[in-house]
């Protein structure tokens, strides 16, 4: 059974930085393309960044390009969201999602199939 924590999640200040981490098990890491998506109340759920299974190719919205990176360590079931500049539109609910699929195949939610309970990411001005 795939289960998927995220952690780093907090309250910070316009302009701060964080680092969110989702440790996966129960699969074979390297055979899934993790991605990370956000919610925000009244939202639908938008995916940020996705990483496919060797970490060649990586994908990341408009919304955040150029102030997020996405990354992961096979070797430690583990992917990372490293988030700079961080604004009050940024805040959101942020989950980890897995594909079994070696590339980026989709960036819509409905074609991940596991998920974790997410971690609240707020933003003040």
């Known amino acids: 059974q795939v289960q998927l924590v995220e952690s780093g999640g907090g309250l910070v200040q316009a302009g701060d930085s964080l680092r969110l981490a989702c440790a996966a098990t129960g699969l074979t890491f390297r055979d899934y393309t993790m991605a990370w998506f956000r919610q925000a109340p009244g939202e639908y759920r938008e995916m940020v960044a996705a990483?496919?299974?060797?970490?060649?190719?990586?994908y990341y919205s408009r919304s955040v390009v150029g102030r997020v990176t996405i990354s992961r360590d096979n070797a430690k079931n583990t992917v990372y969201l490293q988030m700079n500049s961080l604004a009050p539109e940024d805040t959101a609910r942020y989950y980890c999602?897995?594909?079994?699929?070696?590339?980026?195949?989709?960036?819509?939610?409905?074609?991940?199939?596991?998920w974790g309970l997410g971690t609240q990411v707020t933003v003040s001005s």
């Open positions: 999602a897995a594909d079994l699929a070696t590339t980026i195949a989709t960036i819509h939610a409905a074609g991940y199939g596991d």
């Open positions: 990483i496919n299974g060797n970490g060649g190719d990586t």
